[in-house]
């Protein structure tokens, strides 16, 4: 074969490698450029959505007595520990009586002793009643009688007062339930020693009846305009993770707190526990539903916060902003309410046009934090949005994908 031809048999080779591997990254290339590859899709469908506002709150039960002592002492006896079921009146400690008992005695016996001091001013005043009678003493004399009389009396109705007095201080030596109940906490120990000063201390802490509890929780200042006595609630609490339970709003209390410049409002949650298994002191995780729709459009929150990297155009700030933040409240008991999702808002999602993607805007409704209703706008059932950029997309990430709402 001559030199010239196996040049070009040569370069022509050369140039069908070149071609086809253009070829072949081209092809490459525009599969990339797809929207199936380059993002996560997902259709438009319909369902039911419900928004909740969310807060911390703590278990208690409904009447908790600290039950405390008037007089002060040793306490020499022990009637019940933890958990032990009490009963109206029922004996629960006991408190040296030795100085008070001496106390009453010594009480008593003045009570005695002014009795007959009295029974003497009385003879006395007899005596000088007859002898006034018959001109032996003066008017003034028989005043005297009278008034030591009336003041024996007035002697012997305190001494008796005070010896009352030592009787209901002795007796409270004994501690007593003012009410049927469950002990939950013992403060004392024996051999302890308590004073009842300016304040009385407590001795021991008493749940009336632990089937019936509630829940105070705070709710920020943004929520509590939707929330309405009697909505039904459902919390959760860290021992029991895998079970929800169900409550009932019983009373939205006025005081306002304010934390930080975060104003919180106490929000009262009665609820039943016929198995004890809630305890007093839990921290519930209290979700109270404000808003529902049924058989609405909806979108994940995640679309509303897409946008594409290649868009030189800002996001709208009514729209991916506040597309998806909801109502609900954090779990930690700090107030979010302030970057909420107004009703009637508007959101941008961008929906996929054959080989292209457009921004589509849309008026938003109610959200449960993962998806958001469609009230308005050019979106329908069944059309393909963007949620976000796939993960092998090799494109630029975006500088605002994950922006919060």
Do not use: C
Request: no cysteine; proline share 4%; glycine share 8%.
């Amino acid at each position: 074969m001559k030199p010239l031809l196996k040049i070009s048999l040569v370069s022509l080779l050369v140039l069908a490698l070149a071609a086809g591997a253009g070829g072949y990254a081209y092809w490459r290339r525009h599969e990339a450029q797809a929207p199936e590859n380059r993002y996560r899709l997902q259709t438009v469908g319909r369902g039911d959505i419900t928004q909740t506002v969310s807060a911390n709150g703590t278990l208690n039960p409904i009447v908790l007595v600290n039950v405390g002592t008037q007089v002060s002492g040793t306490v020499t006896r022990l009637y019940v520990d933890f958990n032990d079921k009490v009963e109206k009146n029922q004996p629960l400690l006991e408190l040296d009586q030795s100085l008070l008992a001496a106390q009453a005695r010594q009480s008593e016996a003045n009570v005695g002793n002014v009795s007959a001091t009295l029974d003497l001013a009385r003879a006395n005043e007899a005596r000088m009643q007859a002898l006034f009678a018959q001109e032996y003493v003066s008017r003034q004399e028989l005043d005297q009688a009278v008034q030591a009389r009336k003041s024996a009396e007035a002697q012997l109705a305190q001494a008796r007062a005070a010896a009352e007095k030592d009787r209901v201080n002795l007796g409270y030596t004994v501690i007593r339930s003012p009410v049927s109940g469950i002990v939950v906490d013992r403060v004392v120990d024996l051999g302890q020693t308590v004073a009842a000063s300016y304040q009385t201390p407590t001795l021991i802490k008493i749940a009336q009846d632990l089937s019936e509890m509630r829940i105070d929780s705070s709710f920020a200042e943004a929520d509590i305009g939707k929330i309405k006595e009697g909505q039904k609630v459902r919390f959760t609490v860290d021992a029991f993770p895998d079970r929800s339970f169900t409550g009932e709003v019983q009373q939205i209390r006025m005081n306002p707190t304010t934390t930080q410049n975060v104003v919180t409002y106490n929000v009262r949650v009665s609820l039943a526990n016929p198995d004890h298994i809630l305890l007093p002191g839990m921290t519930a995780y209290v979700n109270i539903g404000v808003a529902e729709s049924r058989d609405v459009l909806l979108v994940p929150n995640a679309a509303l916060r897409f946008k594409p990297a290649e868009a030189d155009e800002p996001a709208s700030g009514n729209g991916t902003q506040s597309g998806a933040s909801g109502g609900q409240g954090a779990r930690n008991g700090e107030a979010k309410g302030r970057g909420k999702k107004r009703e009637g808002s508007s959101g941008r999602i961008y929906v996929v046009e054959g080989r292209t993607i457009r921004p589509v805007q849309v008026q938003l409704g109610i959200t449960d934090n993962r998806n958001t209703e469609i009230v308005g706008g050019d979106l329908k059932e069944g059309d393909t949005i963007v949620v976000s950029e796939a993960p092998t997309a090799a494109t630029k990430p975006s500088s605002v994908g994950m922006r919060l709402f």
